[in-house]
Structure formats: C-alpha cells, structure tokens
C-alpha cells in the first residue's frame, strides 16, 4: 500500500510540473454559461440553469483533458485498446481446415498474342507459370506496359513499381524452374490501393497532405502476397482517404466509360482490373469501397468478414469497420487471393484464425438461400437485371426463400465512422492541414471530421450498443440460411452488414444501354467466405458478364 501512495504521490507531482499538464486549475478555463446552453442545443438537451452551473466545472476540466490528450500526437497506426467483435453470443464456427480446391483451368495454352494474356484469369495464369509456359519476367512486362499506357487516362496509376516488379518476377521464374512453387499467385502480378505500406515506396493515401508519405515497411498483405510469390507491379489510386474516386492527381475512370469516374474509394484497383492493366488488386472497403467500384467498372469483389484479413500496415479509417479484400476478373481468383491474405499476424487484434474450406464443387440443393424480398419490390435502374438474376438462380435449381432484414434504424449508426474516422484524422483537422484537400464540399472528410467532433462520446457508445441488438437481429435473420441475395444497393443492407461485418461477393450481373455494368451482391455467414464464394461461382460460371471487356481497352 504504501508504494502504491507513492506512486500517487509522485503522479500528482507530474501533474502540476510536466508542461502537458499545464493549467491544471479547471477554473483556470474559461467557458462562458450561455456556451452550456448553446452545446445543448445542438447535442439535443436540455438542463436547467443550477445544472448548469453544477456541470460546469466538469466541463472545464474535460476541456483541460481533451487539450492534454491532443498534445500526445497519435499517428494513423496506433489503434484503440477496444477491439470489435462481430460475433452473435453463442456462436460456434468450424475449426478445422480442409484443403483448398481449385476448379481446372480454362486455358492452358500462350496465345500467339501475348497481349490476350491480360484479360486471362488468375486461375488460368497460375497453370501457364506453374507449367513454365510462360515466365513471370515476361507477364510482368506485359502487365508494366499496359500500366505505362492506360494509366494516364483512367488516372488510376499513383506510382509504378517497375523495379521491384521485375527483381520479384524474376525471383519467380527462378523458383519456380527448380521446382519451388508457392502455389497460384506465384509469379502472378498485381497492384494495390495506395493506403498500404510498402517499403521504399511513397504510400500518399490518395490526399494532398500525404502525398509524399514514406511508411518504412510492408503491411502485413503486402508481405503475405510476397510470401505467395505474387508480383507488386504498382500503387493504385483511392479517393482521398477512401472517399470516393477523386484524389489529389485527378479523378480515376470509369474503362466502360471514362467521362464518368469509377466510383471509390477503390477506384484505380476495380479501374485498373477492369481495364487489363492488373489481373487483380487488393482493396479495402469500410462502408462500399470494394462493392461500389466493383459495381461501377464491372469487376468480381469480395468483402471478408470483418477480422479476416489484416489491416496491419493499411491506413485506418474506422478500426471496427476497415476490411481488406480482392478485386478480381472472377469469383474463384477472389477465392484464391483470398486464401494468400487471410488469418492473423500476431499485431491486427481483430483477426480471427478461421478455416478457409473453398471447393467449387457445392450442391446447390445442400445450399439455403435467401433473398432480400423487399429490396427487390423497389424501383431501381438496375431492377430488371436483378430481378433476371432471382431467374437465372430459380432455373439453376436454386430454392430462393424471402427473407426481412431487421427493421432497426440503421443510417443514425453511420456516426461510428464519423466519429472513428474523425479521431483517425484528427491532426489533420486541427492543424488545418485538411484545407489541403482537393474535396472541400458538405459531402467531404474534412467536413465530416469537423461535425464529427460534436458527436458525443455517450452517443457513440449507444450506437454502438444498438449495432450489438443488429447483430444479434441479423444472426437470426441468418440461423436458416447460408447465403442471401440483396440489390447492390438496396435500402441500408450495405451500411447494416458492414457494421454487421458480414463477408459478400459482388459481381456483374448486365449491362445498361449505354454499356455500363450493373451488379447483384450475395452476403454469407459471418466466417463463411467459402460457402458464398462457391455459391457465388456457380451463378457467374452460368453467365459470361466477367468474361467482357472494355472496349477502349483491347
């Protein structure tokens, strides 16, 4: 006891000697009364003039801590002590790893074109490098030229890799002649939206504050995709600290239309993919960052569930929503990046070590199927590719039950990225560095991460606690079914499962007049990436919307 009263003693010293806590006399801040009830209004209380006066110390020493905290300067990477969870009490998940299979490849043979190659599938070039038909070196060079061609005018490109491309890709070769193949990606090449780290390269975060930040280290994907033997080829462009398709260089392209942006906040990896300049990319989506330009540019994402894949390395934006996933021509290459990216690091707390057990070989009538009824009721643009989309799974044998997804409110949640992403960000709003940004609108972070700061911290936590009552609603929603069907964008689902953090699959289902692709999103079981995957395959194996390509993009 009497150790623990010098402790004491010697903390209340710091206190009134160490300069971070300067102005320890909460008398000693000022706030007037009338800005008590001026706070009041806009948090939507009401006290009476003793309370006022009563709080009113309390609230000069809550100024005093929040100044003292502000003069400790977090950086982006260092993570709250609480840690999400997105799994229902009482929930019991699968614990042992099968191994993974793979469908055969479609083509086993070079074209006379190499060009032809760039449209081919993850699947597909994996046989031709495993098979030494083709070298990693010349793929690689292939996908390089591509990158230095189209990436100016989709402005997907941030910074190319053309050397450390070249030293990996030759590293394959190598590997792989004396017979030490890592398996799919290696040799494989790819890019990555620029809010991952990579050594020796600049990691801008699509923002005009950053865009000369140096991170002296891989993320944990970077280094697990090296570990497979795939080949980094390049940084792709993201929405200024993943909004949107606008950063600090321009706006990225829509391949299937270039005067329309691709949509974000992974533009350039979904741009690029679309358009043959990578045959995959890795992207992250908080709140529709995979889903949207996936939509937009026609490519295959998927959103694991949230703990899946490290964030380690990766810029944060909302530590209980950020997840990490592929973008690819089809559902199998998701499935086979995926298993190169996923389980834990022994840093990012929130990744759970869950079997990966893919097979394409599913029994559909095993499969219990729901889908979104009344999403489907409302009127869309793209409703009728959807409603095609129900067809096509009812005559693939596909028993479709309707489901309701939980009536609670949804959009008031939206404040949990305001405000974590508000706390993210907050050197940049207090020093004024956001006037940097080139979005300056309503609609913008640095708007958001200003509005943010009058969220109350007791306001967080109850939506936070309304987001457990969703998660508990939505394992019921799920107790008789392993997958649903939803509208891309229908009603709140992608807001309510990716605070939910439930995985989906999003994947071209038509094209519009004007030749934009539309989509149609399937949603698994938390942890269950195999199962929609699989199910997700059998759907597009039965159309050939992945297998168009952009036409300015030969």
Excluded at 209 to 231: E, S
Aim: net charge negative.
């Amino acid at each position: 006891m009497k150790s623990i009263r010098i402790i004491g003693y010697w903390f209340l010293f710091l206190c009134f000697t160490n300069p971070l806590f300067a102005q320890n006399d909460p008398d000693s801040v000022k706030i007037p009364m009338e800005s008590v009830g001026a706070a009041e209004e806009i948090l939507g209380l009401q006290f009476t003039p003793e309370e006022r006066d009563s709080l009113l110390k309390d609230l000069k020493s809550y100024l005093h801590y929040y100044r003292t905290m502000r003069s400790l300067n977090l950086s982006n990477d260092v993570s709250p002590a609480l840690v999400f969870d997105p799994t229902p009490p009482a929930a019991l998940f699968s614990g042992q790893q099968q191994p993974v299979v793979y469908s055969e490849p479609q083509h086993t043979e070079v074209p006379e074109d190499i060009g032809e190659l760039a449209y081919y599938s993850v699947r597909d070039l994996g046989e031709l490098l495993r098979t030494q038909r083709i070298r990693s070196v010349e793929l690689t060079r292939m996908y390089l030229d591509r990158l230095q061609r189209y990436g100016d005018t989709l402005e997907c490109v941030i910074t190319l890799l053309e050397d450390r491309a070249l030293a990996q890709a030759a590293k394959a070769d190598s590997e792989i002649a004396a017979g030490s193949y890592r398996g799919p990606l290696h040799g494989i090449p790819y890019g990555i939206k620029d809010l991952f780290a990579v050594q020796g390269a600049r990691t801008t975060w699509g923002a005009m504050p950053y865009k000369d930040q140096v991170i002296h280290r891989d993320a944990t994907v970077v280094k697990k995709l090296q570990d497979a033997g795939a080949v980094l080829v390049a940084k792709l462009t993201l929405g200024a600290l993943a909004w949107g398709d606008v950063w600090y260089g321009g706006t990225t392209r829509n391949p299937w239309n270039p005067e329309q942006g691709s949509s974000g906040s992974s533009a350039g990896s979904a741009a690029a993919t679309a358009a043959g300049l990578v045959p995959f990319a890795i992207g992250t989506e908080t709140w529709g960052s995979i889903v949207s330009p996936s939509d937009r540019c026609g490519t295959t994402g998927l959103r694991p569930t949230f703990g899946r894949v490290s964030r380690t390395g990766a810029m944060a934006l909302s530590w209980s929503m950020d997840k990490i996933g592929p973008i690819a021509r089809s559902v199998e290459d998701c499935a086979i990046i995926f298993d190169a990216i996923r389980g834990p690091d022994g840093v990012d707390r929130s990744v759970k070590d869950v079997p990966f057990n893919y097979t394409p070989d599913i029994q559909l009538n095993q499969i219990k199927v729901g889908y979104a009824s009344a999403l489907f009721e409302e009127d869309y643009p793209t409703r009728e590719f959807d409603l095609r989309t129900l067809d096509r799974l009812r005559s693939l044998g596909v028993e479709l039950h309707a489901i309701d997804l939980p009536d609670t409110p949804v959009e008031p949640l939206s404040i949990i990225l305001g405000v974590e992403a508000a706390a993210a960000f907050e050197e940049l709003t207090l020093s004024d560095s956001d006037d940097l940004m080139v979005r300056q609108i309503r609609n913008a972070w640095p708007n958001v991460f200003r509005a943010s700061r009058f969220i109350p911290a007791v306001e967080y936590i109850q939506a936070n606690r309304i987001r457990s009552l969703l998660i508990e609603q939505m394992a019921a929603v799920m107790k008789d079914i392993d997958v649903f069907v939803t509208p891309s964008f229908g009603g709140d689902q992608m807001l309510l499962t990716n605070l939910t953090g439930h995985p989906c699959v999003v994947l071209p289902n038509g094209f519009r007049e004007e030749g934009t692709p539309a989509s149609i999103s399937f949603i698994g079981q938390l942890y269950d990436e195999a199962t929609v995957l699989a199910f997700a395959r059998v759907y597009q194996e039965a159309t050939d919307y992945h297998l168009q390509h952009p036409p300015l993009f030969p």
